[in-house]
């Protein structure tokens, strides 16, 4: 979806609340960040753009707690995520000079204009990225409303209907 009715939040890791040991970060984020205030209750985000400095030498995998049609698939696994049914957002991948690149935005279904956000970065081996005051940057998330039709498809595609 290629929607022009969108906000952009861009969240500082070291303004949110930082919880190392599970590889979080939260922010509150006031309704007034928002400047479509009177769209619907759902929308898409993804991941516009991010940055994270030198000091991460592993692949990160971005996640989204809240998302409403994404999740991990860890059945199985001895080696759990922090959390479940973590919405992915994207990966960045360290290239030789550090820089860090996005791979194709994925759009994720969850609650419009939140009043937290709660990202988590996790590491190529499936552990929490330690994020203290040697790891800054920022990620821009871009939150997409539906129309009404399409926020009507959604919820009639999730509603049950009686099978005869």
């Known amino acids: 979806m290629n929607s022009l009715i969108s906000d952009y939040v ?28 009177s769209r619907g209750g759902m929308c898409l ?18 996640g989204y707690d809240g998302a409403l049609n994404a999740t991990t698939s860890e059945i199985g696994s001895g080696d759990l995520l922090p959390v479940n049914d973590l919405g992915v957002l994207g990966n960045f991948m360290l290239s030789d000079n550090k820089q860090f690149s996005k791979t194709e935005p994925i759009q994720v279904l969850c609650p419009a204009r939140p009043q937290k956000i709660r990202l988590y970065f996790i590491q190529d081996n499936k552990t929490p990225l330690t994020i203290s005051g040697s790891v800054t940057g920022a990620m821009t998330l871009k939150y997409e409303y539906l129309s009404p039709e399409q926020e009507a498809a959604v919820n009639h595609a999730v509603s049950y209907n009686k099978i005869v």
Not at 15 to 20: K, L, M, Q, V, Y
Not at 45 to 62: M, Y
């Open 10 to 37: 861009t969240l500082f890791l070291e303004d949110g609340t930082i919880d190392a040991n599970r590889g979080s970060v939260e922010w509150e984020v006031p309704s007034s960040a928002y400047f479509f205030n």
């Open 45 to 62: 985000v993804s991941l516009a753009d991010g940055v994270l400095n030198s000091s991460v030498t592993s692949h990160i995998v971005v």
